[in-house]
């Protein structure tokens, strides 16, 4: 399947250049407050030995809409800004930050992570910005209680303002990572692909499909080929399109030699499923902002690893199988409640046809479960009214607290044992090389 070529120049040209060329763009979450770090940090993410795309991660005082407190933390010297604050920048100070960096060869995509992102749209545009992600759904349930139905409004608004900036202009879905854990995968790709299919119908003609790697590398491979075939059978044609996936978002490996292996290990299965881009992950960065060495090391670590990949397998499954059969089943349900996402959206979450696992959301009915069976893969103990089977019974093994912190720590503690332990990585369907040193701090989660 071949995606439509690309409207104009701009990222999702950048990004289809590089998958021609049998290149993975790789790319950090990166954000600091103070303009001329933000530069350094950008400047040493273009001359990583990598194919390598920019980050502006935003603050959240600006994410939650805290523009007065972004303002009074950028007066006081930015020291209490954990990204960068956009939105009270200046368009010139945004715009001396990019000179001589952004370019054909060097796009730079926003980050952000909120629900209500018009101020941030606004900015990013004004500073002769064309990139940036997120979501109606996927960056509301998840980190905060902002009504769906008013996230789902202000969405419809940002689309529309994405769109008037151009043709070329690039929206990312989060959909496909949610709380980035503990959720199957058929409900990650159905997330991304409604997602995509809302931005087209508010007029954006670029955009990106996400899934977050999860715990069984056969599987995802599985998730990212029906993500593909459903973006090549759902979105409009004239809608260019490519996938990116996220190194692993939930609880990362304490050693280095095991996040480092994790890593490599989402770089390999990037180049198998044929995604285009993949998000990079430190093993710094969730018990503090990494280090722009950090960033860099994890860029050309990745980089490294799906050079070696070699091409996908043309004859591998072409994402037909259970996740396909249960995604698809999802996006038809929706659809179903009206051909307007943006009321077909809520309405899903509303009777629960859409259910995120262990989501605490108000507007998430909560009714669902997911677990991770002996074999590594995810499945669902409990479906609630989404029109999906559980993958076994209701009674069977209730998930206690233990039982799900060790769920939780399932990929880290995997990777964190010596690649030849038999209950190892090495065990699995994926196989890499140690290339890391001494251990590391326990990691959490990212927003973004």
């Known amino acids: 399947m071949t995606a439509p070529a690309p409207a104009a120049a701009g990222f999702g040209a950048f990004v ?15 954000g600091f407050g103070d303009p001329a770090l933000m530069r350094s940090g950008l400047s040493r993410v273009h001359a990583a030995t990598a194919h390598t795309a920019g980050t502006l991660t935003v603050d959240s005082y600006t994410r939650v809409g805290a523009l007065a407190a972004a303002r009074a933390a950028v007066a006081d010297g930015g020291a209490r800004l954990n990204g960068y604050p956009i939105a009270a920048h200046s368009a010139g100070t945004t715009r001396a930050v990019l000179a001589g960096l952004r370019g054909p060869g060097f796009p730079v995509q926003v980050r952000h992570g909120s629900a209500r992102p018009e101020a941030i749209i606004r900015a990013l545009t004004a500073a002769g910005l064309d990139a940036t992600e997120g979501g109606p759904v996927s960056y509301c349930l998840p980190y905060g209680r902002t009504p769906l139905r008013d996230s789902v409004d202000a969405w419809v608004r940002a689309c529309e303002l994405l769109a008037e900036n151009g043709p070329a202009t690039h929206l990312e879905s989060f959909g496909g990572c949610l709380l980035g854990q503990l959720c199957p995968p058929s409900l990650l790709v159905a997330m991304s692909v409604l997602e995509c299919l809302f931005f087209a119908q508010h007029g954006l003609r670029s955009v990106s499909l996400s899934y977050a790697q999860q715990t069984d590398p056969a599987q995802d491979e599985e998730a990212l080929r029906a993500l593909r075939r459903l973006a090549a059978e759902l979105l409009p044609a004239d809608v260019e399109r490519h996938v990116v996936l996220y ?56 980089a490294a690893a799906a050079a070696l990949a070699g091409a996908p397998d043309p004859d591998a499954a072409p994402g037909d199988g259970e996740v396909y059969r249960e995604a698809r089943t999802l996006i038809e349900t929706v659809l179903d409640l009206d051909t307007d996402l943006a009321r077909a959206l809520p309405a899903a979450f509303a009777r629960g046809l859409l259910d995120v696992p262990f989501c605490l959301h108000p507007d998430n009915a909560g009714g669902s479960r997911g677990f991770i069976d002996p074999s590594g893969r995810l499945g669902w103990s409990h479906t609630g009214a989404m029109p999906l089977r559980p993958d076994r019974a ?35 369907t994926d196989t890499g090389t140690d290339t890391a040193g001494p251990g590391r701090e326990e990691a959490r989660p990212l927003p973004v």
């Open 247 to 302: 190194t692993y978002m939930g609880v990362y490996p304490r050693t280095e030699s095991g996040a480092l292996r994790l890593l490599e290990a989402s770089a390999r299965l990037a180049v198998r499923s044929g995604a285009g881009r993949l998000i990079v992950k430190t093993a710094a960065e969730a018990h503090r902002i990494p280090t722009v060495d950090e960033n860099v090391r994890a860029l050309e670590t990745a």
């Open 394 to 428: 209701a009674d069977a093994s209730p998930l206690t607290s233990a039982g799900l912190l060790t769920a939780l720590r399932y990929v880290a503690d995997r990777y964190d044992r010596p690649p030849g332990d038999a209950l190892g990585a090495e065990a699995g």
């Open 16 to 30: 289809a250049a590089a998958s021609a060329a049998g290149r993975l763009v790789v790319q950090p979450r990166m």
